[in-house]
C-alpha cells in the first residue's frame, strides 16, 4: 500500500493504521493462554485489532458444522495473519486433526520452531539457540491410511520433488536472513531410501546455491537425537520432513524448559499462522495455570513478521518490549508451574506487564 501523508503530525497512514489479525483461541487451555497474551499485547499498545474466530471442537461447539469452518479460512485469507491457540484432535479415531487441514488448505508448508535457553529457566544446558524447520504439508501427515484386511493397516507416507525443493528453499532462505551458519539434515534415507532419499537429495542440490555460506550436513535421524540430547550447541538450524519434524521439535522444547516456553510459526508464501507448539493440555485445562509464554513468543514472531511484510517498524520495537519483559520476570523467578514456578496464567501475565515500559 502506499503510503499517505498526514501533513500536520508528520505521520503516514501506512504507521498508524491498526493492524487486524486473526485470533483462534482453540480449545483446552488455547482460550486461558490466548486472553493472557491478548491483555499482554493491549498493555504493550500494540496497535491490533483482534478478529476472533473459532476452529476445532470450539467450532462444533459454537453451533459449526465444520472443525474448520470456511468463516475461520475466509478471514485468516482476508488478514493473511493468525494467532492461533492449540486445537484438540482425538486419538486412535474421530475427526481428522484440524492444525494439519489448516496447514494443508492454507499452504502453510514451512513449520518454524525457535528454540532458545530462557535465563531464569533452568535446563540440563545453557546457550540453546537453534531452529526447527519442518515441512508442513506432506510424509506421513498426507493421511492415506488403508486396512488392507481386518488387523492390516498401511499408512502412507508421501514424499514430493516440490515440497522437498521448497522447504529446503525456505529453510536455507530463513537460515541467511537470521545470519545463521548451518543447517542440518535428519533423515532415515538409509531405511526409506526414496522418499527421505529424495527430501536430502533435495536438500544437497539446494545446500549448493548457499556454499560458503551456509554450511550443510546431513545425520541420520537416530543418532542426531543423541547428538541433539548430549550437547544441543552444536546445532544452528535443523532441516526435516514432518513427522521427525513433529517429534523433533518438542524434543528440543524440552532442552529449554518444555511446551509451554517454545513458540511456532507456519509459513506459506501468502499466509502466515503463528501457534504454540503445545497442545490443548487437557489434564490442566480450566485450572489457570498453563503457561502463557508458548503462544506469547509466537505473537511476538507475528509482529516481527508483521513489521518486515508491512513495513512496519513500530511493531518490532513493541516485540521487543515484550520479549524483554517476559525475559526479565523470569529471571526475577515470576515462572508458571510447568517451569519450576507458582504463578497461574493471570500472574504472569501480570508480571510481564508490570516490566513493560510506560
Ligand atoms: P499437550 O501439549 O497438550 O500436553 C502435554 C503436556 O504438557 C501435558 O502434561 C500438559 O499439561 C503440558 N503442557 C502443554 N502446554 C502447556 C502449557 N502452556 N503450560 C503448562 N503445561 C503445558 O499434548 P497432548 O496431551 O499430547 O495433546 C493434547 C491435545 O492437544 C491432543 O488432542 C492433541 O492432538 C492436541 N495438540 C494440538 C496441537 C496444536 O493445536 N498445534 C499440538 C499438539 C497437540
Not at 482453540?26 to 478478529?51: M, N, T, Y
Not at 524447520?133 to 508421501?158: M, Q
Not at 533435495?202 to 540430547?229: F, N, P, T
Request: charged share 20%; glycine share 10%.
Amino acid at each position: 500500500m502506499d503510503a499517505i501523508l498526514i501533513p500536520s503530525h508528520n505521520l503516514t497512514l501506512k504507521n498508524i493504521m491498526t493492524i487486524q489479525a486473526v485470533l483462534i483461541p482453540g480449545d483446552g487451555i488455547g482460550p486461558e493462554v490466548s486472553a493472557a497474551v491478548c491483555r499482554i499485547f493491549a498493555a504493550a499498545k500494540v496497535d491490533i485489532q483482534w478478529l476472533r474466530h473459532d476452529a476445532g471442537l470450539a467450532a462444533v461447539q459454537g453451533g459449526s458444522k465444520s472443525t474448520l469452518p470456511e468463516s475461520t479460512l475466509a478471514a485468516i485469507r482476508e488478514h493473511r495473519v493468525a494467532l492461533k491457540g492449540p486445537c484438540t484432535t482425538p486419538v486412535g479415531t474421530g475427526f481428522s486433526s484440524v492444525n494439519v487441514a489448516l496447514r494443508k488448505t492454507l499452504g502453510l508448508y514451512g513449520a518454524v520452531r525457535p528454540i532458545r535457553s530462557l535465563a531464569g529457566v533452568t535446563t540440563r544446558f545453557e546457550n540453546v539457540d537453534l531452529v526447527v524447520v519442518r515441512e508442513n504439508t506432506e510424509g506421513l501427515y498426507a493421511g492415506i491410511e488403508n486396512e488392507i484386511t481386518p488387523g492390516v493397516v498401511t499408512s502412507l507416507k508421501v514424499a514430493t520433488e516440490l515440497a522437498s525443493r521448497r522447504i529446503a528453499e525456505f529453510a536455507f532462505q530463513y537460515a541467511n536472513d537470521r545470519g545463521r551458519k548451518k543447517i542440518s539434515v535428519f533423515h532415515k534415507a538409509n531405511i526409506m531410501k526414496m522418499s527421505d532419499g529424495l527430501f536430502i537429495r533435495c536438500a544437497k542440490e539446494v545446500s549448493q546455491k548457499w556454499l560458503g555460506k551456509i554450511h550443510y550436513e546431513e545425520l541420520i535421524i537416530d543418532a542426531a537425537c543423541m547428538r541433539l540430547v548430549q550437547d544441543p550447541t552444536r546445532f544452528d538450524v535443523i532441516l526435516m520432513e514432518n513427522l521427525y519434524g513433529d517429534i523433533v521439535s518438542d524434543l528440543a522444547a524440552g532442552l529449554i524448559g518444555g511446551l509451554g516456553v517454545a513458540p511456532g510459526a507456519n509459513f506459506g508464501d501468502e499466509y502466515a499462522v503463528f501457534e504454540a507448539v503445545h497442545g490443548s493440555a487437557p489434564d490442566i485445562a480450566g485450572k489457570g495455570i498453563a503457561n502463557p509464554l508458548s503462544l506469547l513468543m509466537s505473537g511476538v514472531m507475528m509482529l516481527n513478521h508483521l513489521a518486515v511484510t508491512r513495513d512496519l517498524p513500530k511493531l518490532k520495537i513493541i516485540g521487543d518490549h515484550i520479549r524483554r519483559a517476559y525475559d526479565r520476570a523470569l529471571q526475577d523467578g515470576e515462572k508458571t508451574g510447568d517451569i519450576g514456578g507458582t504463578l497461574s496464567t493471570e500472574q504472569f501475565a501480570d508480571a510481564v506487564i508490570k516490566r513493560l515500559p510506560a
